[in-house]
Structure formats: structure tokens, C-alpha cells
């Protein structure tokens, strides 16, 4: 059983840099072929799918959130990590770290295990 727990501040500032970590445990991020995703869901609206890490370590954003979105991994301690520049107010979600099955899947529908998410504020 595959299990992810998402972690980091839950109150950014504006102009500031929003960064969490996700701990896989069950099962390794270099397993092929999974992807390794971030999500997020802002308050009363639906789920946007962000970016992944592959388990060979390719990157794929969300063109609508490319120039602030970064993603890594420590494959020594199974985790990855978001980090999201010059956040606003409408960053404001709950953040969610998933695993995708399949290199090219991005969409929340193609997730098969999630993390519990962890909501984040963005607020002076």
C-alpha cells in the first residue's frame, strides 16, 4: 500500500515562495512508470493538476503555471517537492501530492493514490 503525506508552512505570505515536500512510503518514486504529481484545489472550485516528476526524473508542467512552478526529489529519502513563486491570494488550496500511472497522464481522473493534502494560506 502505497501512502504519500504532504508537508510545509500553511501560511505563505504574498510575493513569497510556497514550498512543500511529499514522503512516499510503500513503494519507491523510481519505480517505473509512475509519475509523481502535485494538485491543488482553491476553495470552492475543482481540482488543477500542476506538474510531475517521472520516475526516471523528466518534468512536466502546466503551461498556465510554468514560470513560477519548480519540482524535485531526493531519491534517497523517497520524496519530492513543489516549490510555487510570487504566490497571490488565489494561490490560496489545498495542496495535494499524488502518484499518476503512466508518463503522460495529467489529470486528476488518472491519479491512483493521494496524499491526505494540506491546505495552504496565502494571506500578509
Not at 10 to 27: A, D, H, I, N, Y
Not at 53 to 79: A, E, H, V, W
Not at 103 to 116: A, F, H, L, Q, R
Request: hydrophobic letters at 30%.
Amino acid at each position: 500500500q502505497v501512502q504519500l503525506q504532504e508537508s510545509g508552512p500553511g501560511l505563505v505570505k504574498p510575493s513569497q515562495t510556497l514550498s512543500l515536500t511529499c514522503t512516499v512510503s510503500g513503494g519507491s518514486i523510481t519505480t517505473t512508470y509512475y509519475t509523481w504529481n502535485w494538485i491543488r484545489q482553491p476553495p470552492g472550485k475543482g481540482l488543477e493538476w500542476m506538474v510531475h516528476i517521472s520516475y526516471d526524473g523528466t518534468i512536466y508542467y502546466s503551461p498556465s503555471l510554468k514560470s513560477r512552478t519548480s519540482i524535485s526529489r531526493d531519491t534517497s529519502k523517497n520524496q519530492f517537492s513543489l516549490q510555487l513563486s510570487a504566490v497571490t491570494p488565489e494561490d490560496t488550496a489545498v495542496y495535494y501530492c499524488s502518484r499518476g500511472v503512466g508518463i503522460k497522464v495529467v489529470t486528476p481522473e488518472g491519479m491512483d493514490y493521494w496524499g491526505k493534502g494540506t491546505l495552504v494560506t496565502v494571506s500578509s
